[in-house]
T-cell receptor
């Protein structure tokens, strides 16, 4: 009965490869997010979708492309991976964008070699 | 533009002592304020939040925070620290634009 799930939990890959991280929420929320947490634990929002529509797109390289096939899923595809992409990526969801609590997934630890 | 400043990237307290984690925000519109906790190798989970109404907010695990508009602060406190409180704590601010900004986090260490 996991609320927000992500796959895979760990991802180790070579520079230049393309990879995807999947996220699913079973909370019936309308809004989903992707965050990047670096090695110093700094957390930064990357994207936000509301009802499958992109509403927040921070200054993220266009190698990162989110895709929301439906309200319950928000996937993150990364092209041409670079060393600096190594981080923990968190998916989150909330019912409403402003007042509501965000529920976070367990994270995907991406290591680029 | 909104911002969040957490004073003290590392806070160490003894078990049973008062916990005080500081958070100051900057926002041009009324903010919605949150404290989240992150245990090792886990995602963030909500401790408490302020949206409207009572400025003293109580959360889980005995934590509370007070919204002080005049000081633009939302400090987190707990009267008596427990070993299980050791974790990373994040203050966050949301605005009506729907954007969340997180502070840089404070690592809380609890000594026996």
């Amino acid at each position: 009965d996991t609320a927000v799930s992500q796959t895979p939990k760990y991802l180790v890959t070579q520079m230049g490869n393309d990879k995807s991280i999947k996220c699913e929420q079973n909370l019936g929320h309308d809004t989903m997010y992707w965050y990047k947490q670096d090695s110093k634990k700094f957390l930064k929002i990357m994207f936000s979708y509301n009802n499958k529509e992109l509403i927040i797109n921070e200054t993220v390289p266009n190698r990162f492309s989110p895709k929301s096939p439906d309200k319950a899923h928000l996937n993150l595809h990364i092209n041409s991976l670079e060393l600096g992409d190594s981080a923990v990526y968190f998916c989150a969801s909330s019912q409403e964008r402003v007042r509501d609590t965000q529920y976070f997934g367990p994270g995907t630890r991406l290591t680029v070699l | 533009a909104q911002s969040v400043t957490q004073l003290g990237s590392h806070v160490s307290v003894s078990e049973g002592a008062l916990v005080l984690l500081r958070c100051n925000y900057s926002s041009s519109v009324p903010p919605y304020l949150f404290w989240y906790v992150q245990y090792p190798n886990q995602g963030l989970q909500l401790l408490l939040k302020y949206t409207t109404g009572a400025t003293l907010v109580k959360g889980i695990n005995g934590f509370e925070a007070e919204f002080k508009k005049s000081e633009t602060s939302f400090h987190l406190t707990k009267p008596s620290a427990h070993m299980s409180d050791a974790a990373e704590y994040f203050c966050a601010v949301n605005t009506n634009a729907g954007k969340s900004t997180f502070g840089d986090g404070t690592t809380l260490t609890v000594k026996p």
